[in-house]
């Protein structure tokens, strides 16, 4: 027994160090959150990618009921605005914004997300060998009946070439985002068969053809357009043959513009959200 202790001692503090040191690589991984009135922000890191880029994802959480917007936040809302100025060895970054959704606000429509998200980054270093500091300051609006601004501040330090971290709720909003895809047929995929400008109505407004695959759903729609442009609700019908028609309003455009616009088609739904970029041909207003 006298001996046995000093093993079990010895057995206990090699534990507790391992564990400290699994508790310390799990802190390294994301960044102390940085709290404000009913919402919290904070970064989280995921490995490296095989080409070199640094993972990264900006967690939001609010209060029950809170929600932010997405990159363009539909009739009401405020996008929110990265600032990365204060980082260090990125050449390049990339957001790569998950799938929203439509909500109901008192004067409209808004699109966004509930509760909570995580917005994957893609980050480039310039030099790969080398760590980087990623620092972000984001100015956003959590809002229930009424909208607060907010303000996060974050950063993350990142050592190169480290592929064996692993981050299940950065991967899990990964897997949320839309997959690009071109105009046209594909296997197993939703997909954008046609879009055109839609005569069956007297407003002004776009008609698109989806395909869905076996089992497939299309949940909405949302549109996007350079400068002033603004798109209303997406009505979906589904017809005989397995496609779907979606007629989506032209709420807003700038004065004076046309030919070949470039819009994107952010497509919410099942197996997987998907995205088209494309130029479509839109005569000018009447005056």
């Given at each position: 027994?006298?001996?046995?202790?000093?093993?079990?001692?010895?057995?206990?503090?090699?534990?507790?160090?391992?564990?400290?040191?699994?508790?310390?690589?799990?802190?390294?991984?994301?960044?102390?959150?940085?709290?404000?009135?009913?919402?919290?922000?904070?970064?989280?890191?995921?490995?490296?990618?095989?080409?070199?880029?640094?993972?990264?994802?900006?967690?939001?959480?609010?209060?029950?009921?809170?929600?932010?917007?997405?990159?363009?936040?539909?009739?009401?809302?405020?996008p929110p605005a990265f600032d990365w100025s204060g980082s260090?060895?990125?050449?390049?970054?990339?957001?790569?914004?998950?799938?929203?959704?439509?909500?109901?606000?008192?004067?409209?429509?808004?699109?966004?997300?509930?509760?909570?998200?995580?917005?994957?980054?893609?980050?480039?270093?310039?030099?790969?060998?080398?760590?980087?500091?990623?620092?972000?300051?984001?100015?956003?609006?959590?809002?229930?009946?009424?909208?607060?601004?907010?303000?996060?501040?974050?950063?993350?330090?990142?050592?190169?070439?480290?592929?064996?971290?692993?981050?299940?709720?950065?991967?899990?909003?990964?897997?949320?985002?839309?997959?690009?895809?071109?105009?046209?047929?594909?296997?197993?995929?939703?997909?954008?068969?046609?879009?055109?400008?839609?005569?069956?109505?007297?407003?002004?407004?776009?008609?698109?053809?989806?395909?869905?695959?076996?089992?497939?759903?299309?949940?909405?729609?949302?549109?996007?357009?350079?400068?002033?442009?603004?798109?209303?609700?997406?009505?979906?019908?589904?017809?005989?043959?397995?496609?779907?028609?979606?007629?989506?309003?032209?709420?807003?455009?700038?004065?004076?513009?046309?030919?070949?616009?470039?819009?994107?088609?952010?497509?919410?739904?099942?197996?997987?959200?998907?995205?088209?970029?494309?130029?479509?041909?839109?005569?000018?207003?009447?005056?």
């Amino acid at each position: 027994m006298i001996r046995i202790l000093p093993l079990l001692a010895l057995a206990l503090l090699a534990f507790g160090t391992v564990a400290q040191a699994q508790d310390a690589t799990t802190e390294a991984a994301t960044s102390p959150w940085s709290t404000g009135e009913h919402a919290r922000l904070r970064l989280i890191a995921g490995p490296t990618t095989p080409t070199g880029k640094q993972r990264v994802g900006v967690e939001i959480v609010m209060s029950p009921g809170f929600k932010t917007y997405w990159r363009t936040p539909g009739e009401f809302g405020v996008p929110p605005a990265f600032d990365w100025s204060g980082s260090t060895n990125i050449g390049g970054l990339d957001v790569r914004w998950p799938v929203p959704e439509r909500f109901q606000d008192s004067a409209g429509y808004s699109i966004g997300y509930v509760g909570e998200v995580v917005i994957p980054i893609s980050v480039q270093p310039v030099d790969p060998s080398r760590p980087v500091m990623v620092v972000l300051k984001l100015d956003y609006a959590v809002c229930e009946k009424i909208c607060i601004p907010a303000r996060g501040e974050a950063s993350l330090w990142l050592e190169p070439g480290v592929t064996t971290v692993t981050s299940p709720r950065l991967e899990s909003y990964e897997a949320r985002v839309p997959v690009p895809v071109k105009p046209g047929p594909h296997n197993g995929k939703l997909a954008l068969l046609d879009v055109g400008l839609d005569d069956t109505v007297v407003d002004p407004g776009l008609k698109l053809v989806l395909q869905t695959p076996p089992g497939g759903k299309v949940e909405d729609i949302f549109v996007e357009g350079p400068g002033m442009w603004s798109f209303g609700k997406t009505h979906l019908t589904p017809e005989a043959d397995g496609t779907v028609t979606a007629r989506i309003r032209i709420n807003d455009r700038p004065k004076g513009v046309a030919g070949p616009i470039p819009l994107i088609f952010t497509v919410r739904g099942s197996p997987k959200p998907v995205e088209t970029r494309l130029d479509l041909d839109i005569p000018a207003a009447k005056p």
